[in-house]
């Protein structure tokens, strides 16, 4: 097989894997925040971390197909690094949680390419991880410390209220630790807020500018269509003239 085979079955390879393997990632996220989160009982516990087992092996999987297509494989791997990094971190225990940060650029770089014409469908995702990641951590930094988050369900309430910026105020943190996460969701929810907005806005103005372009294109074929049947008269008149 030729590197131009290659390259092209590659391509074709990402295509088609690129939605599949942006909820995969999507569902480790979320399973590995709750197995990290204590949330469960160990028999729950054991069973989500076999689920985060069984993704592993499908991320393993997607990994030795694309190196068996890719034309320059040492290339392939310094490029994808965080793909290799997915892999090798379950055999080193003490790192585990760095699966966080690896995982999560992923799930960035895929749901760019996977929604970039569809920017609702981005913010959307954004949102929903952004949530589901402060809420853990929100979670592990105020238990035991007395505040009105006392249970995951909390977290996520607080979460929620926060990235929406409405704020009821019937949880709040108390830790430095749960404080410096809220500040950081508001920050975020305020910009997503923003990109939405003006999304919306720039959907709006390009209907205005497609149905100006519209009217304008009618205007100039109906002025097209007048001139050829002036040019039609023109040309019937003179030969009955001669």
Known sequence: MSSEQ??????????????????????????FLLVESNVFEATITLVLDGLLWLIWGIFLAELVAKLYLAPDRLHYLRSHWFEVIIIVLPFLRPLRLLWLPIVLARLWKQSQRALRRKMPAFIGVSSLVMVLIT???????????????????????????????VGYGDTYPVTALGR?????????????????TANVAAFFVEEDTVDRSQADLAMINERLARIEQLLAEIVQREARER
Request: proline fraction near 3%.
């Open 6 to 31: 290659r390259a092209t079955l590659l391509h074709r390879f990402e295509r088609i894997s690129e939605l599949p393997m942006l909820l995969l990632s999507f569902g480790f996220l979320i399973i």
């Open 135 to 165: 809420a853990t951590l929100m979670f592990i930094a105020e238990r035991g410390s007395g505040g009105p988050i006392t249970s995951f369900a909390d977290a996520i309430w607080w979460a929620l209220a926060t990235i929406t910026t």
């Open 180 to 196: 410096g996460i809220a500040t950081f969701l508001m920050i975020a929810g305020i910009a997503l807020f923003g990109l939405l």
